[in-house]
């Protein structure tokens, strides 16, 4: 799955609020997308996290470790980077299975 930001679904625009509803928008639109795609969180293989600030890593490993199988976490990286599309704080790209 290319990497997703923030953004809402219905109106196409970055949630507001800041690193925690973004974070979590994304996980939603990654969550349908696997859906879509006829996989789940469980099939995930490897994820990319890029934040705009690292700071935000705890928070966000806190809500991506609720989204991902925890008996069996894929393999992660995070990292900071200078600027996201649209100005977003969040991007997250992953691998998953289908089968």
């Not at 974070?23 to 006829?38: D, P, T, W």
């Not at 994820?47 to 600030?53: K, P, V, Y």
């Amino acid at each position: 799955v290319s990497g997703q930001i923030g953004l809402d679904p219905i109106n196409g625009m970055l949630v507001d609020g800041g690193i925690e509803p973004q974070a979590k928008q994304v996980l939603l639109n990654l969550n349908a997308i696997l859906k879509a795609a006829g996989s789940s969180p469980e099939k995930i293989l490897m994820t990319s996290i890029f934040l705009a600030d690292i700071a935000d890593a705890k928070l966000v490993n806190e809500l991506y470790s609720g989204f991902v199988n925890p008996e069996n976490p894929p393999a992660r990286q995070t990292m900071a980077v200078r600027s996201i599309p649209l100005g977003a704080l969040v991007e997250i790209s992953l691998i998953a299975a289908t089968k």
